[in-house]
């Protein structure tokens, strides 16, 4: 841009001496010594532990109090139920109120809920309307946290290390599930009140955690805020118009929906194959190791390769891992097949995340991330249940084989897509984040 302060301009411009040329922006902190995002990552990997922990105990601690599977169907629908209705609702609020403050709301509502049913299952007075009641605030405030933390990332970190940040959020929630399932199940073994005491810990230590974390407040346009659904809906028809986030969401959902299938049918393939149950255990550990090795590499996959190739690449390494399944009848073998692919999808998600953020306006982020989180919810719940209708209407390597014929559909259209060509083109200029 020429002009600038203190630059002659133009070719008459006159100067007395040397022209100084202006001085360059410093270079971002690094995310190891940003001092705000250090506390939001350290915060969460505390939270998702004790969450996760939680989700493998709840089950357990309905049967082991009303004996009903009916019952732990109940309260473990209700926090996929109240992260659903909660989801769009919860975007307004992030792109209406404090982030911060909402965030602080979401952890203490989690640890008060916690530390409830601690007293009622010490007491021997836990009942299963308590229980669902304990769900719906942990279904609701993941729903409303996931959003304000996305939104308030690019405040925290520079552009350009974006993406890191994002890949090292993945990896956390990777860790988060696997090291909270694995003590998950230990802890209730010890007592039944122990899983819930751990998460109220946890979810304290994020509480307090986030009370030292300085956001920075963007300005935004002074406009009074309107109704809830009529905001909501405006943020989805946002979405909608905008050409690079519609065609990156579509592409999320396509992820989930052929992974998520894929998953059920391998699972459904191996027990009727006779792979035992320790093997199959195997499976799943795996497939979070290879998402956190994943999640590690992506921010170099994303910077070597860029946005476009980065889809590009996943859809199609999915593709070609895909039906190798159908000839590895080995639990170990089929592990190893599921850390291979698991390698794949955070590159993706990096590149979806990150181009979304920048491209989308501070006031519209909040909505943003509840739009992705619903779609890709809905995906991940139609996943399974395509893959149990290829199950019961195929033999299990053909079902293999239709999963994978879709995934190169998706592959097909991604690598022809002249939206995911643009992605590299008209990126968003680097900010620097006051709150570092």
């Not at 992705?372 to 249940?385: I, K, R, S």
């Amino acid at each position: 841009m020429s002009g600038e302060r203190g630059v002659p301009s133009g070719p008459g411009a006159a100067s007395s001496g040397p022209v100084e040329a202006p001085p360059s922006a410093p270079p971002p902190v690094p995310l190891s010594r940003n001092r705000g995002y250090r506390l939001l990552w350290g915060s969460q990997a505390l939270s998702e532990f004790g969450f996760h922990a939680t989700m493998i105990a709840f089950p357990l601690l309905v049967l082991a109090l009303t004996g009903s599977g009916a019952a732990s169907g109940l309260v473990m629908g209700t926090i996929a139920a109240a992260q659903m209705v909660a989801g769009l609702p919860a975007g307004v609020l992030v792109d209406r109120y404090d982030r911060k403050a909402l965030m602080l709301v979401c952890e203490a509502a989690q640890a008060v809920s916690a530390i409830s049913l601690v007293v009622a299952v010490w007491a021997d007075a836990a009942t299963v309307p308590h229980m669902v009641a304990v769900a719906a605030v942990f279904g609701a405030a993941a729903a409303l946290f996931e959003p304000a933390e996305n939104a308030a990332l690019p405040l925290l970190v520079d552009t350009t290390q974006l993406p890191a940040a994002v890949s090292m959020n993945t990896a956390r929630a990777s860790m988060g599930q696997l090291s909270g399932t694995a003590t998950g199940g230990f802890l209730f073994a010890v007592g039944r009140f122990v899983p819930f005491l751990a998460d109220a810990v946890m979810h304290t230590l994020s509480f307090v955690a986030l009370l030292f974390l300085r956001l920075p407040k963007p300005e935004r346009p002074a406009a009074p805020p309107g109704r809830l659904g009529h905001e909501m809906l405006a943020g989805l028809r946002w979405v909608w118009q905008e050409r690079r986030i519609r065609v990156t969401i579509l592409c999320a959902v396509v992820l989930n929906l052929f992974f998520s299938a894929f998953y059920l049918v391998v699972i459904v393939l191996a027990g009727t194959r006779g792979v035992p149950s320790g093997e199959v255990g195997v499976m799943a550990a795996m497939l979070g190791v290879g998402g956190v090795a994943g999640a590690l590499a992506a921010p170099a996959l994303h910077s070597r390769l860029g946005p476009y190739r980065a889809i590009v690449a996943v859809f199609w390494g999915l593709t070609v891992l895909t039906p190798v399944a159908a000839v590895v009848h080995s639990g170990y073998l089929t592990g190893v097949l599921f850390a291979l692919m698991a390698l794949f999808p955070p590159t993706a998600n990096t590149a979806i995340m990150t181009e979304q953020l920048l491209r989308t306006p501070d006031e519209l982020r909040g909505r943003l991330t509840s739009a992705l989180a619903l779609a890709c919810g809905v995906a991940g719940a139609a996943g399974p249940a395509l893959g149990g209708l290829l199950t019961q209407a195929l033999p299990g390597d053909q079902a293999i084989l239709v999963c994978s014929a879709g995934m190169a559909a998706a592959a097909v259209l991604a690598t022809a897509s002249p939206t995911l060509r643009g992605l590299s083109t008209n990126a968003p200029s680097g900010n620097r984040p006051t709150g570092a």
